[in-house]
């Protein structure tokens, strides 16, 4: 009996120290990752912001759009068994995209923005914004999802789609 009692101290000593930890921990977390793509900003615009055209992210298992409002959706992401729920926030044409995102740990906010430079190419901006929904999942969050590591995905997955679809 003894013995189940300093289990559950240790365990609750862990939990109370990892919620502490995340209390501390930033409580928006920021990415942003530029490229520039051999592309026309209305292409790479384009491309971005057809949500029916979702199968060159591989990093999806699926992608269903919920509801359309003239251009703008409601849609659903699933990656790796879990389930994002998007909404589109604003869009610009050929200079500016924004969604909110929502799941069961996590909230947050992607934008886009789009510039032309030399020799017809593209500046592609994307900034990511997440807010963990409590102080355990934070540091969940922190330690283990690669937030850099999606957006560099991301990025080279829509390069491999331009590319093809240049050929």
Do not use: H
Not at 18 to 24: A, D, K, Q, S, Y
Not at 156 to 163: A, M, Q, Y
Request: charged fraction near 25%; aromatic fraction near 16%.
């Amino acid at each position: 009996m003894r013995f189940l009692g300093y289990v559950l101290l240790v365990v609750l000593f862990i939990f109370a120290t990892l919620f502490i930890v995340g209390l501390c921990l930033p409580r928006v977390r920021k990415g942003t990752k530029q490229t520039v793509y051999n592309a026309s900003i209305e292409t790479v615009y384009n491309t971005v912001v057809n949500n029916k055209d979702w199968k060159w992210r591989t990093s999806l298992d699926n992608l269903q759009i919920i509801e359309t409002n003239d251009d703008f959706e409601v849609w659903e992401e699933i990656s790796q068994g879990s389930m994002i729920r998007f909404k589109t926030k604003e869009k610009t044409p050929f200079s500016f995209y924004s969604f909110e995102m929502n799941n069961k740990f996590f909230q947050g906010e992607w934008f886009a923005e789009f510039e032309s430079v030399e020799n017809g190419k593209t500046r592609f901006i994307a900034t990511e914004l997440i807010i963990y929904k409590n102080p355990l999942i934070r540091v969940l969050g922190y330690a283990f999802m690669d937030l850099d590591g999606f957006m560099g995905t991301y990025q080279n997955e829509l390069k491999n789609k331009l590319e093809n679809a240049s050929r």
